[in-house]
């Protein structure tokens, strides 16, 4: 069973033996963590800083705030103070990984503060304000990665220095997504968040299973409204409505990585309706399986690609 740790990840609980800088770096206002999976740190949480998150190895499910979307090697991802975060990867070797996750976390109020004496600072402050959605920058692999090893490679001014010249970067960037439609934001009560993570750690674990929510009231002693308040709380979306896009997003897998027919992959997902499946699919990714197949083929190179419909 994976570790509990509070999802209001706070210093205390930042410990050198789960990836993070010894003490004497933590008192900087950015700090640098890598970490392998599994991880005690891989878990639904979020922090007062801001979190620039590379991916270096495995690929799976992303969560951000309510998106929930596909990972692989060398996604970059900005995330917002208090906006929930996980990822959970799906191809994970026996043996786990060193390293898949490199991470920057930095505060917000000594680059507010010091925006108002440096104007050139302050041509950060629309990317930060956009982070609190969560932002992805496809393409920027490379550039991230040989940025993350300077950044670890030294501290003080010139740590700093370092930091500033990724962050002019992506504030200049122009191929920028963003992820969640909700500023989600996790409170202090810790005891809710555990609940939350427990919450949110089943359904993702069981989402190709029936899922009635009578059942998981039950099994987390907790009425319909109560769970539906939280559950809505925490991930944006209703029971339903996340099930599905978990599904969706296992779907999108499954086509790019297999042969399996279309109607084998919808009964594999948990659906046990191949229009409702069509259905959902349209409705999330804006084309049909088929369709989303024959792009993720065209862009691995394995055929050519048709004309788009």
């Known amino acids: 069973m994976r570790q509990r740790q509070p999802e209001l990840e706070v210093s205390v609980h930042r410990s050198p033996l789960l990836g993070y800088e010894p003490p004497p770096m933590r008192g900087a206002c950015l700090h640098y963590l890598e970490h392998g999976y599994p991880s005690p740190l891989v878990r639904w949480h979020c922090h007062d800083e801001y979190e620039l998150h590379l991916i270096e190895a495995t690929s799976g499910r992303m969560f951000v705030g309510n998106h929930i979307g596909h990972f692989e090697p060398g996604q970059l991802v900005l995330t917002g103070p208090r906006l929930p975060h996980n990822w959970i990867s799906t191809d994970c070797p026996p043996d786990g990984v060193a390293v898949r996750d490199r991470v920057i976390q930095f505060a917000h109020a000594p680059i507010a503060h010091a925006a108002r004496q440096l104007p050139e600072l302050a041509e950060a402050l629309p990317l930060l304000e956009r982070a609190r959605h969560g932002l992805e920058f496809p393409g920027f692999a490379e550039r991230a990665s040989l940025a993350f090893q300077r950044i670890k490679a030294c501290s003080g ?52 299973e029936p899922l009635a929510l009578p059942a998981l009231c039950r099994r ?90």
């Open 157 to 208: 001014l010139k740590r700093f220095g370092e930091f500033c010249l990724l962050l002019a970067e992506l504030a200049a960037c122009t191929q920028v997504r963003v992820l969640s439609s909700v500023q989600l934001q996790i409170g202090d009560d810790e005891a809710a968040q555990r609940r939350i993570h427990e919450l949110i750690a089943y359904v993702n674990e069981h989402c190709a």
């Open 220 to 309: 987390f002693a907790m009425s319909e409204s109560r769970f539906t308040r939280l559950f809505r709380r925490a991930t944006g979306h209703t029971l339903t409505d996340f099930v599905n896009r978990l599904r969706i997003n296992r779907a999108c897998q499954l086509l790019m990585d297999t042969q399996l027919f279309v109607t084998g992959i919808c009964y594999e997902v948990g659906f046990n309706n191949v229009a409702n499946f069509n259905r959902r699919f349209l409705e999330i990714k804006g084309m049909t399986p088929t369709e989303f197949r024959r792009r993720a083929e065209a862009r691995f190179g394995t055929r050519a690609a048709g004309p788009a419909s």
